[in-house]
């Protein structure tokens, strides 16, 4: 069931980042056709993500409840919905309305990353991890190269002369309207694989995990006062019979495993981290800080990228999209392949520690670019940072995590990547607006901060 499980896990996320990699690139680039200045460009990625950073940890805490396949569910039937309204949009307004929709219900891949920690061991959970970041990879390869091809003139020419003469003069006044119907339609393809072959995990943890009848009261008794401490730590106050259901279903020596986890806008979220953190007795704070950071950086990307491509290096929509094939096909060839052998030879966490050099310094050099030549070095170098670090940080916050806290920690996690995700576009759009090298040299700065991160959890 393992390998079955993983191998739905990945198609299923593979083909939702499909859909995310077809409309990622034209962004900007539709944005402008509604008269879209840098800093609304910005915003338009952002609000993406402040709606994920708002409801990533709630579906993670969630599906630790009800179980991944109800959440995966709902997440890729609301990314079907999210994508025609991005094909029907005729103003800007329509087209903001698409990107939060899609990221209220985009839970998918905190959820994905839960399931995958459910079905593997310590010692297999960088390579796990690696095939969700394999599925980014492919996603930002084939999307990309798809939106790419559906919007050229070339393929504008093939319908027409195909007799599909409707279309083909639709296409040409809703130039991006077809990546969004495409988009829809894989969405739709990844909610059926879902319904049809995904099975559950935590139903099947919990029978696992359910004590004997013959069990006496004492221990249990135990447990719930180990709890009851926990949750006064954590500042929750939990009634008995509340904390007796969580042990009873979960047998949970996390705190986070079954509490609904709240939004990072509010008290609770900060002392439960706190909670965590104390009983892991490891660097969970720093290493989800981090988490921030390397989304912060990469998101800012997303949207000073294609500016700085089209006016400092006169490319089209159509070059910049395979930009982002050439990063996904790093990203593939080290997350789906390398990641597995360099986690037997080295630790996870040097891995982490050169990704965020990497990361660091590629993203920095960005602004020296003179060519499309130096551009796409820089990208790549940037690429296999971000390649390493990315499954090498969710493993490592896993492992920190309680064993039935997969998903709760998960979406905190993505919680905060959304946090990063929502400032880091706005952020590369403002700063582009008052110099075209700005944002890659401020955001690099950030980042440095990652390096001194990857050294601490190291050197533990």
């Not at 179980?67 to 990314?79: C, N």
């Not at 990353?113 to 996603?139: H, N, P, S, W």
């Not at 660097?283 to 990469?298: D, I, K, N």
Request: with cysteine.
């Amino acid at each position: 069931m393992k390998k079955g499980s993983l191998a739905t896990v990945f198609l299923v996320v593979l083909i939702d980042l499909i859909g995310f990699g077809l409309v990622l690139p034209l962004l900007p680039f539709y944005a402008r056709e509604f008269a879209a200045t840098p800093v609304v460009i910005g915003l338009l990625y952002s609000i993406y993500s402040v709606a994920q950073l708002v409801f990533s940890p709630i579906w993670g805490s969630w599906s630790d409840r009800i179980g991944r396949r109800p959440i995966m569910l709902l997440s890729t039937a609301g990314a079907v919905v999210a994508y025609i309204i991005f094909g029907l949009a005729e103003s800007l307004f329509v087209l903001f309305l698409s990107r939060l929709v899609a990221g209220v219900m985009g839970g998918n891949i905190a959820t994905a990353q839960a399931y995958v920690a459910d079905v593997t061991t310590e010692k297999d959970r960088a390579r796990g991890m690696g095939l969700i970041g394999a599925a980014f990879g492919i996603g930002f390869v084939l999307g990309p190269a798809l939106a790419s091809g559906l919007i050229h003139p070339g393929f504008q020419e093939w319908v027409m002369a195909a007799g599909f003469t409707g279309l083909a003069e639709w296409m040409e006044l809703r130039r991006f309207g077809l990546p969004g119907f495409f988009a829809a339609g894989l969405s739709l393809c990844s909610f059926m694989l879902v319904m049809f072959y995904l099975p559950e995990t935590v139903d099947l943890a919990a029978e696992e995990d359910v004590e004997p009848a013959d069990v006496g009261k004492s221990e249990r008794d135990k447990q719930q006062n180990k709890f009851r401490d926990e949750s006064r730590e954590a500042g929750l106050d939990l009634k008995q019979d509340d904390r007796s259901e969580i042990i009873r279903n979960s047998g949970s020596k996390s705190i986070s495993g079954t509490v609904a986890r709240p939004s990072v806008f509010m008290p609770e979220f900060w002392r439960q981290l706190s909670a965590q953190q104390k009983a892991s007795g490891g660097p969970l704070t720093f290493l989800l800080g981090a988490v921030f950071l390397l989304s912060f950086g990469q998101a800012s990307l997303y949207s000073a990228f294609p500016l700085f491509a089209e006016s400092e290096l006169g490319m089209t929509p159509e070059q910049v999209g395979m930009q982002f094939f050439y990063i996904g096909l790093i990203a593939i060839i080290v997350q789906g392949g390398l990641i597995r052998p360099l986690s037997k030879w080295f630790p996870e966490a040097g891995l982490f520690f050169v990704g965020n050099i990497l990361m660091t310094l590629g993203l920095g050099a960005i602004a020296l670019s003179q060519s499309v030549s130096m551009l796409t070095v820089f990208l790549g170098v940037m690429a296999l940072g971000h390649s390493l670090n990315l499954p090498t940080i969710n493993s490592l916050i896993s492992k920190e995590a309680g064993t039935n806290s997969y998903g709760a920690m998960m979406g905190l996690s993505q919680g905060l990547s959304g946090l990063g995700r929502a400032i880091g576009p706005t952020w590369g759009g403002f700063l582009f607006g008052s110099a075209v090298f700005l944002p890659f040299y401020a955001t690099a700065a950030a980042l440095s901060i990652t390096i001194w991160i990857g050294w601490r959890v190291y050197r533990r």
